[in-house]
């Protein structure tokens, strides 16, 4: 592809996300760990201790003296290595576009050093920044489109309700976090920005009524934007009500069996092993102001019966310890708070079992 047939810069449009276009961000790691865009991969012009550097001189000397001291750092093998790097993604990627932060410099001189070694890319207009603005803007869009809130007991497989219907979304999955404290997963948390982003990528298109598990505001390390979440509050809910037995089988796999399979795959079979008994056993312990010392000392010692008993293939010893917390601890909770705002709480459109609110939730158009 020839610079006479692309084009110097692409719209920062939602469109790019939805199609996911594949993209490159040429900003510095520590900026890319706080939240790229979706699709997008790494491949910085400048790594940390040369933006550092840079920053500096432009603080001090001015943007002449910044781009000088860039010009040098990243030079001779240097600037081949990243001009490489670019090369290799694009001949898998031959249609990325590049991005920086504002779409300014770093991404006009990673576009040209390709157009140097014969390839012609275009950058995002505006950028990071601008794109992400677009998905912020998707999210308060969303927030006035009719909600259905899925609600019940821990252990009522309503995330599961969620992914069965083409128009739920799913905030724990965008989180990567089950949103309670047994919910954290083997891959780390999303940041504040990335879960923003998946949230809006998944929204882009659905211009329907949403159909949204009933979560606290925070979810592992993020936070539902506040628009979206007082709309939340607001919205008509349904309650999924299943008795003890069949809620205990899905909390065995899904924080047991599931949790177990997942750090064996991201970590191998021992270090994920001792990895799920460290979070398991580290979860119970932030709950320990709330349980008493008493209650949590039982449970422990349950828990760790419960363990070893898994170690010599019965992981349903677990249900000793599972038990008893759901019926002491989050049933009660949850029945407080669900008294505790029933005078100014939205409708129950349905209370009913997991099948039938399966049905409700399909036939609602909001």
């Given at each position: 592809?020839?610079?006479?047939?692309?084009?110097?810069?692409?719209?920062?449009?939602?469109?790019?996300?939805?199609?996911?276009?594949?993209?490159?961000?040429?900003?510095?790691?520590?900026?890319?760990?706080?939240?790229?865009?979706?699709?997008?991969?790494?491949?910085?012009?400048?790594?940390?201790?040369?933006?550092?550097?840079?920053?500096?001189?432009?603080?001090?000397?001015?943007?002449?003296?910044?781009?000088?001291?860039?010009?040098?750092?990243?030079?001779?093998?240097?600037?081949?290595?990243?001009?490489?790097?670019?090369?290799?993604?694009?001949?898998?990627?031959?249609?990325?576009?590049?991005?920086?932060?504002?779409?300014?410099l770093r991404s006009q001189i990673a576009q040209q050093w390709l157009e140097e070694a014969g390839l012609s890319r275009p950058r995002l207009a505006g950028g990071w920044k601008a794109m992400r603005q677009a998905l912020c803007e998707r999210i308060d869009q969303a927030a006035r489109q009719p909600m259905l809130v899925v609600a019940g007991l821990t252990g009522c497989a309503k995330t599961t309700l969620i992914n069965q219907l083409h128009n739920g979304v799913d905030l724990e999955a965008y989180a990567h976090h089950k949103g309670s404290a047994f919910g954290r997963r083997p891959e780390e948390p999303a940041t504040q920005i990335d879960f923003e982003h998946a949230l809006a990528k998944r929204l882009i298109g659905l211009n329907e009524g949403l159909v949204i598990e009933d979560e606290s505001r925070q979810i592992g390390n993020a936070n539902i934007p506040l628009a979206f979440w007082r709309a939340l509050q607001q919205a008509p809910r349904m309650r999924i009500e299943m008795p003890l037995d069949w809620r205990l089988a899905q909390i065995q796999q899904d924080y047991i069996i599931d949790l177990e399979q997942a750090y064996a795959a991201r970590f191998g079979a021992y270090q994920g092993w001792q990895l799920m008994q460290a979070q398991l056993s580290n979860a119970l312990i932030r709950l320990a102001k709330r349980l008493g010392n008493a209650r949590l000392q039982r449970l422990q010692r349950l828990q760790t019966l419960a363990f070893n008993e898994h170690a010599h293939g019965n992981p349903q010893a677990h249900e000793a310890w599972l038990a008893p917390l759901l019926t002491e601890y989050y049933d009660p909770l949850y029945r407080y708070h669900l008294e505790k705002r029933r005078e100014t709480a939205p409708p129950e459109i349905h209370v009913g079992d997991w099948d039938s609110c399966l049905a409700v939730a399909r036939q609602w158009n909001g």
């Open positions: 592809m020839t610079l006479a047939t692309t084009p110097a810069t692409t719209p920062a449009a939602l469109c790019l996300i939805r199609e996911g276009r594949p993209l490159i961000d040429v900003r510095a790691p520590v900026e890319f760990a706080q939240g790229g865009l979706p699709g997008a991969v790494n491949l910085p012009l400048m790594i940390d201790d040369e933006r550092h550097q840079v920053g500096i001189a432009y603080k001090q000397q001015g943007q002449a003296a910044a781009i000088a001291l860039g010009e040098r750092l990243v030079s001779g093998e240097v600037k081949q290595a990243r001009i490489a790097a670019w090369q290799a993604y694009l001949a898998e990627h031959p249609d990325a576009v590049i991005y920086c932060f504002r779409g300014g």
